[in-house]
């Protein structure tokens, strides 16, 4: 029998607020991220609400707070969100949004007092916000909250995997994975946006995005910021490169026709993760549904990002191939324990030639496929780079939610290659692959 998510605590569906148009005034100049960040940062913007990770890697205690959803993963210029909360009468809200700063992190734009709605306006600029709900006498929680910008053109649009979040998102009893009991015999087949994420309210964002969000407003690169949602319904990408962060599992059939599209007419893909777009799954009326894996359907993943997950539980070191971007670490570099927890490789695949930028370590008596990162150039000119472990992202800053540790040496390590990706892709030179494993 179907399981659905018990929402009773909650309001109803609520249909999101329509606006007309309007120009918010917004700096979307070239450089505008750059002049963002040169902005006064919030240093406690997260002093309260400690990192929690969510879903199947944690176990909440149990106390009082209050959580919340909106009716829109991400809103324009001109929009309206609605607040629905739980465990309190009333909320009051802080609107951070979150960048470098000067290394503080985020900057506090606006507050509400009794918050019902969010609205974008002047003061909002374009970027991945977190919004603290906070109620006398509970423990304050997140909720994350994208402004799209209405520019048509930066250096790269960077998806937010909202879906993926929510498919592990256990609050309520039921995730994609589990039922209340933790088993996946009692698991949902069918999982819902209205609700809370469990943890400390954020999603998988704070470990699997915020690192690298950092980075890319740390380097100032010109970045369109959507979620998977909206891009299951846009028809086009106008910046020069797609970026992924650490874990972007669940994609419709018409996010990857959009992808796939993008690569063909020459833009660039970046994947910060592993185990990318790996089950095909559909949405209806914010409902998410888990489908079959691609590969189960002949549409691998690996014929479109050039390598595909194979491996659940992994720690391994990565070994350079002294080719770009690992280069930068110097010759015959080794990230230790960055592959892992989940890492895809191109053997036993099939897909477009590609390049083995990096591979995992392996003893002289290990036999079998083997974790790699990998790079090809499309026949339109767009490069696609795979870096193949969902352990990139969250090892940058040390929150990983395996047991994984990272010391300060592989954190430095994974932000210099990191760096020389994005600067690819704010320079938009990239170079031809050079092919260790022909098309399959």
Known sequence: MKRLISLSLLLGLIAPVSAQAQ???????PGWVARENLRTGTSDWAKDIPLRLS???????????IEGYLDATSIGCGSTTRLTITGANSADIALYRIGYYQGKGARLVATIKSARSISATSKTLPGQYLVKLTSTGRAPTFIPLIIRSTNNSSDITFISSVMTWQAYNQWGGYSLYKGPDGKSETK????????PYDGDGAGQFRYMEQPLVTLIEKLGIDTNYITDMD???????SSTSIVFGGHSEYWTQHMRAQVEHSVASGTNLIIFGGNTAYA??????????GRLPYRELGNPESLLIGSQ???????????????????VLGENAVIKGVYGYEADTAMGTKGPGVEILARATISPTEKGWVAMSTYYTAPSGASVLNMGTNGWVCGMENRCPWGHTFDTQTQNQ??????AVLKAAQSRKWRVAQIDIPAR
């Open 23 to 29: 120009s918010c005034g917004w700096d979307q100049k």
């Open 55 to 65: 879903a199947d890697f944690s176990r909440r205690k149990k106390m009082p707070r």
């Open 188 to 195: 949902s087949q069918q999982v819902s946006f209205n609700r």
């Open 231 to 237: 891009l299951d319904k846009i028809s086009e990408i």
């Open 280 to 289: 095909q799954t559909e949405l209806q009326n914010r409902e998410l549904i």
């Open 309 to 327: 997950y194979f491996a659940l539980g992994v720690k391994k070191d990565l070994e350079s191939q002294n080719k770009w971007p690992f280069s």
């Open 414 to 419: 994974i932000k210099r290659v990191t760096s």
